[in-house]
T-cell receptor, first 110, second 114 residues
Framework: NAGVTQTPKFQVLKTGQSMTLQCAQDMNHNSMYWYRQDPGMGLRLIYYSASEGTTDKGEVPNGYNVSRLNKREFSLRLESAAPSQTSVYFC?????????FGQGTRLTVV | QKEVEQDPGPLSVPEGAIVSLNCTYSNSAFQYFMWYRQYSRKGPELLMYTYSSGNKEDGRFTAQVDKSSKYISLFIRDSQPSDSATYLCAILNAGGTSYGKLTFGQGTILTVHP
């Protein structure tokens, strides 16, 4: 998964806490994505950013906010975590026909 | 209706079998069709992509797109235990108001047993 760095790798939150998942890429690509992956649900798109300065909602944006800080960085924020947000979160970046994924963040909300 | 629907499986086949994985999609504006492979506790990695209808072959893997029926397939010949993974179809919107949106199917867990 060269070029995409996600932090943290693991996190446990209490219900109602907030946190920001960080993602940075070093491949100078325009598009960046945040997905969540749950058993049997595949990768569901939360938000994406086709270029610096733009963000768009995906399939499951409720409860999340994003910020495309610059071309390299795309962060995902949970303002008030809920148990339903327990999942594995993947950041990805890409250009044209290929997306590169980070290693994922395993988030548990108790 | 989900934009991309994938047969969830799981699939369990003997080594050497031919595997067929399938997806349907709803938006005719989609232009790039991809297959990703994901090993346990890893991020997905691109296997192959196709553009427009037709077949594309890469070794033991063949990707097929039928835009008239909005159907995409991945065939694996002579399957190996190392092919055991989750396979995800994906569609990239390469134009219009959703330019850059990359949507995945639910994924199919494949196990190839010796």
């Amino acid at each position: 998964n060269a070029g995409v760095t996600q932090t943290p790798k693991f996190q446990v939150l209490k219900t109602g806490q907030s946190m920001t998942l960080q993602c940075a890429q070093d491949m100078n690509h325009n598009s960046m994505y945040w997905y969540r992956q749950d058993p049997g649900m595949g990768l569901r798109l939360i938000y994406y950013s086709a270029s610096e300065g733009t963000t768009d909602k995906g399939e499951v944006p409720n409860g999340y906010n994003v910020s495309r800080l610059n071309k390299r960085e795309f962060s995902l924020r949970l303002e008030s975590a809920a148990p339903s947000q327990t999942s594995v979160y993947f950041c990805a970046e890409g250009e044209n026909t290929e997306a590169f994924f980070g290693q994922g963040t395993r988030l548990t909300v108790v | 209706q989900k934009e991309v629907e994938q047969d969830p499986g799981p699939l369990s086949v003997p080594e050497g079998a031919i595997v067929s994985l399938n997806c349907t999609y709803s938006n005719s504006a989609f232009q790039y069709f991809m297959w990703y492979r994901q090993y346990s506790r890893k991020g997905p990695e691109l296997l192959m992509y196709t553009y427009s209808s037709g077949n594309k072959e890469d070794g033991r893997f063949t990707a097929q797109v039928d835009k008239s029926s909005k159907y995409i397939s991945l065939f694996i010949r002579d399957s190996q235990p190392s092919d055991s993974a989750t396979y995800l179809c994906a569609i990239l919107n390469a134009g219009g108001t959703s330019y850059g949106k990359l949507t995945f199917g639910q994924g199919t867990i494949l196990t190839v047993h010796p």
